[in-house]
């Protein structure tokens, strides 16, 4: 029977071996893939986007939150938001008036994640109670004005840290977490459909932080992970990974399908975003900023989100920054956080309304911000 000392060295010459074929093949595919699409794009002569500080406007400023905003997410319908905070409540705004139209306060006030249901008539929550919460907004509140929970997502062996209801199916919702698991729920019966990853060899070896549902082909969605990578997944067979993109340096704290859903974006601790054509698996665009002179780390991307055609690429920063890219040519175009009324502290969540019309932001400083394009709308 070998020894342990045999087994480590064992262990590590494997890891030195796959480490060693993953440097021969990214180098081969380098090879391969002799271009990006910035430099295909300048070569056929597109012209960049021009944008304006006045093209993009901060049009309402959402107060009410008493601790840091972590996430939000849009009804698909109505000018609807959610948002989720670190002082343990949920509100529902409406985008139009800026009014509140329901405040939950939460069982667990270390929610990390929350997500309207496709009918706009539910939300979803998780955190670090390790569950998925949600509530039917047209309940009645109980003497203390709290509403109560319609359904407990329990199964989670870590922090719930991304949720996403299934475009057009009130009924399922996918969930990340910390346990390196995803989990596709029957919302209505409050039961695991299905595990992706896990005791799985295809599954994140880390913390799984983000996931996206492919709105083409809601059969797949993709996750990122603190292990560095993103994988594809097909909700018919969870017993592995369909693909494994490989090309960041640290946590992918953000994954988008890119509308036409063939490709999809990433956000990392890094520094960069990414784009990945979700079928080759070739890595398409490096999306980085050069770090300023008093500098020493680049600020990490914290979200993601796409204009509804693509052509933007919206990335908010550790630092406040939230950049406009230029989906082709890879270049800024405008970044908020150098316009009036911009955020005073870290961007930790951005989402595009459904219509294109307007992006919402959301920071540590406790605010949310709804921006208005006054023109470019073909190209948005």
Same mark, same amino acid.
């Given at each position: ?24 093949l990214r180098?081969?595919? #380098? ?34 939150? /008493? ?30 008036? /800026?009014?509140?139209?329901h405040a ?17 008539? %539910?939300v979803a929550?998780?955190?670090? &109670? ?33 949720? $996403? ?14 346990? $390196? =698991? ?22 994140? =070896?880390?913390?799984?932080? /983000? ?73 398409? $665009? ?10 020493? #780390? ?17 990335? @908010? ?8 890219? &230029?989906?082709?040519?890879? #270049? ?15 961007? %930790?969540?951005?989402?595009? /309304?459904?219509? @294109? ?17 006054? @023109? ?5």
């Open positions: 029977m070998a020894s342990v000392a045999e087994l480590k060295e064992k262990h590590a010459a494997a890891t030195a071996s796959v480490n060693s074929l993953r440097e021969r180098q081969r595919r #380098e090879m391969l893939l002799d271009t990006d699409v910035a430099r295909y794009s300048k070569a056929q002569g597109r012209a960049p986007v021009s944008f304006n500080p006045t093209d993009l406007v901060c049009c309402r400023t959402l107060q009410g939150h /008493s601790g840091k905003v972590y996430s939000l997410d849009w009804t698909p319908e109505k000018n609807w938001i959610v948002s989720a905070s670190q002082d343990g409540r949920l509100i529902v705004w409406n985008a139009l008036t /800026s009014q509140k139209t939950i306060k939460l069982h667990c006030p270390w929610v990390m994640t929350c997500a309207f249901a496709p009918n706009g008539q %539910s929550c998780g955190g670090l &109670d390790s569950a998925c919460s949600i509530f039917n907004l047209n309940s009645q509140a109980d003497r203390d004005g709290n509403m109560p929970v319609s359904r407990i997502l329990t199964g989670h062996k870590g922090y719930v840290s991304s949720c $996403q209801y299934v475009p057009d199916q009130e009924t399922r919702l996918i969930t990340s977490s910390g346990d $390196q =698991t995803c989990v596709l729920w029957d919302v209505t019966t409050g039961q695991r459909i299905s595990i992706f990853g896990g005791e799985f060899p295809s599954g994140h =070896t880390a913390d799984v932080l /983000s996931v996206s549902i492919n709105s083409s082909n809601t059969n797949m969605f993709v996750s990122g992970s603190c292990d560095a990578t993103v994988r594809l997944w097909d909700i018919r067979i969870a017993s592995r990974a369909v693909r494994t993109y490989h090309g960041h340096e640290g946590d992918v704290n953000s994954v988008k399908f890119f509308p036409d859903g063939h490709r999809f974006g990433t956000g990392s601790d890094d520094g960069t975003c990414r784009l990945f054509d979700m079928r080759t698996g070739h890595q398409l $665009q490096v999306y980085s900023r050069e770090p300023a002179r008093n500098d020493n #780390e680049l600020p990490t991307v914290t979200s993601i989100a796409f204009s509804i055609s693509g052509r933007l690429l919206f990335a @908010g920063y550790s630092n406040g920054d939230c950049y406009v890219w &230029d989906t082709l040519l890879a #270049e800024v175009v405008l970044n908020l956080g150098n316009l009036q009324n911009s955020h005073d502290g870290r961007i %930790s969540c951005l989402g595009m /309304s459904s219509d @294109g019309s307007a992006l919402c932001t959301g920071s540590w400083d406790k605010n949310l911000k709804i921006w208005a394009f006054s @023109g470019h709308r073909k190209i948005v």
